[in-house]
């Protein structure tokens, strides 16, 4: 007989259970549109295709350093100090296996099993999962319209009183599924709440880039204190290469490089050569985000005409979160009869929010122009 561990019975990530089945008629001749990940429909630019044809050619592929290749930790460093005008140096850059080995190592390093950590809800559910793998315990604060969707130094208290001594805070800004772009004031009072509490701020900034109102602050402009996780896969549109970036206080540099020697040796070298060219691909990337403010102009204007409320802003990334309540009350069912009926593939609330999610939709509009118009057409036929 064969026994799994209990740290394997978490919930399924659903929306790449919906990408699976997806795929799945899509490979069956079904003329499949998926509206359910966060992948964008652009491959890498250029510049980083050029980058890594030539690394093959003239390259040996190899192991590197387990914090990253010096020469994208530095180029990572000069992002910092030319975009947001902030000095980070080299040797805190940890450069990832895409961002979700940045959980994995941030969750490693800096907390202990049992440890509270809190997260918004509704929010990206790998947080939710990969906390409770490793022994520990989430802390889910409900963040909506009269929270301004984000957290708070009161909501924090709120919930340490509840639940006990809170370790750790993991906000995103933006946020995944809202939108939300959390202000620098409330980002720097939230800071200043955990160093005043000697708790641990985590800043997840996968989404910097695709800002369409509000302030994008990294949490590096306020304080050094606070661990950021970045990624290549959003704004870079280099999903697939796997590829991503941490920036640690210094006192977790060598801790988090112990954890990274044992469990990942170091990211592929091949993506890491070709990560450094993306930084001289921003005028074609600008044009891929004038895509995005599009197809947001589009569902902002369709989506409620067609039953959906809007239930969050929409303020960053590339995702619609809307209020199903007037089609379905089990936004499972609901997602999973759409994709059969009208091939429009989207995910469950239920993902991001195990409490009220059974009425919400996400709907990814990184995609083309014309699969976003073609999915709402046919939504709003199947609908009315």
């Known amino acids: 007989m064969i026994k799994t561990s209990g740290r394997s019975a978490i919930e399924p990530f659903h929306a790449m259970d919906v990408l699976a089945e997806a795929t799945k008629r899509k490979r069956d001749g079904h003329p499949v549109i998926s509206m359910a990940v966060g992948q964008p429909a652009h491959g890498a630019p250029r510049a980083v295709v050029d980058a890594a044809r030539n690394a093959l050619r003239t390259e040996r592929i190899a192991y590197t350093d387990a914090l990253g290749r010096l020469e994208l930790r530095e180029r990572i460093s000069r992002h910092y100090r030319t975009h947001y005008g902030v000095d980070v140096d ?4 940890a450069v990832t296996t895409g961002s979700s080995a940045g959980f994995n190592l941030a969750f490693l390093t800096m907390f202990n099993a ?15 999962n990969i906390l409770t793998a490793l022994g520990l315990e ?13 957290l708070s130094p ?4 709120e919930a340490a009183s509840r639940h006990g001594r809170i370790s750790g805070v993991l906000l995103a800004s933006p946020a995944n599924p809202t939108g939300t772009v959390t202000a620098r004031k409330a980002l720097s009072a939230l800071i200043d709440y955990c160093d ?7 800043s997840d900034e996968i989404y910097h880039g695709l800002t369409y109102a509000g302030e994008e602050t990294t949490a590096l402009s306020v304080s050094d204190r606070v661990l950021v996780i ?8 280099m999903t697939g290469w796997r590829i991503g970036w941490m920036v640690l206080p210094d006192a977790a540099i060598r801790p988090l490089e112990r954890v990274a020697q044992s469990l990942y040796i170091s990211a ?25 403010v599009a197809n947001r102009q589009l569902l902002l204007e369709r989506l409620p005409k067609i039953g959906f409320e809007i239930a969050s802003p929409m303020d960053g990334a590339f995702y619609a979160y809307v209020d199903a309540g007037r089609f379905t009350n089990d936004s499972m069912q609901f997602s999973k009869t759409m994709l059969a009926e009208i091939n429009v593939a989207a995910t469950p609330g239920r993902d991001f929010d195990p409490v009220e999610g059974h009425r919400t939709i996400r709907f990814s509009y990184a995609g083309s122009h014309a699969e ?4 709402l057409d046919r939504m709003a036929a199947w609908l009315s």
């Open 90 to 93: 080299a040797s805190r850059i």
């Open 114 to 128: 049992g440890d509270r950590v809190a997260i918004t809800r509704p929010g990206y559910p790998a947080y939710r």
């Open 138 to 150: 989430v802390v889910e604060i409900p963040a909506g319209q009269a929270t301004d969707f984000t």
């Open 154 to 157: 009161g909501l924090l208290d």
């Open 196 to 202: 005043a509490n000697r708790v641990t701020f985590l």
């Open 230 to 237: 970045n990624s290549f896969s959003k704004y870079y549109c």
């Open 268 to 292: 592929p070298e091949l993506s890491q050569i070709a990560a450094c060219a993306a930084f001289d691909a921003t005028e074609e990337l600008e044009a891929i985000k004038s895509g995005y």
């Open 372 to 375: 976003m118009e073609e999915a």
